[in-house]
């Protein structure tokens, strides 16, 4: 599986972003997917997963009731809507691809990466 991420750019905050991540190959469905980030000299962490089928999600503390995940099958896409967006949300975000049907959180758990997309956030 090959991901392509997109959708990054600069935004102020209280603004709106949505990233998207295109996925190659027939077995997409399969894959729970996930969304990481990594700010300027901090460790990768995690934003949000969905499940194969996309009927659950879970997401990050720090970014519940501000952003959603999502997935097309159809389009072998994810999304991840980023609304009401503060400055510390400026990070590199990176989508990943696992093996698996269910949710997963820890970057161990993924498989496959795509090459990430830089959100910055101005105040």
């Known amino acids: 599986v090959q991901l392509q991420a997109s959708g990054g750019g600069l935004v102020q905050a209280g603004g709106s972003l949505r990233l998207s991540c295109a996925a190659s190959?027939?077995?997409?469905?399969?894959?729970?997917m996930g969304w990481f980030r990594q700010a300027p000299g901090k460790e990768r962490e995690f934003v949000a997963a969905i499940s194969w089928t996309g009927v659950s999600t879970f997401h990050a503390d720090s970014v519940k009731g501000r952003f959603t995940i999502s997935r097309d099958n159809a389009k072998n896409t994810v999304y991840l809507q980023m609304n009401s967006l503060k400055p510390e949300d400026t990070a590199v975000y990176y989508c990943?691809?696992?093996?698996?049907?269910?949710?997963?959180?820890?970057?161990?758990?993924?498989?496959?990466w795509g090459q990430g997309t830089l959100v910055t956030v101005s105040s």
């Open positions: 190959g027939r077995t997409f469905a399969t894959y729970g």
């Open positions: 990943a691809a696992g093996r698996y049907s269910g949710i997963r959180t820890m970057i161990s758990q993924y498989d496959y």
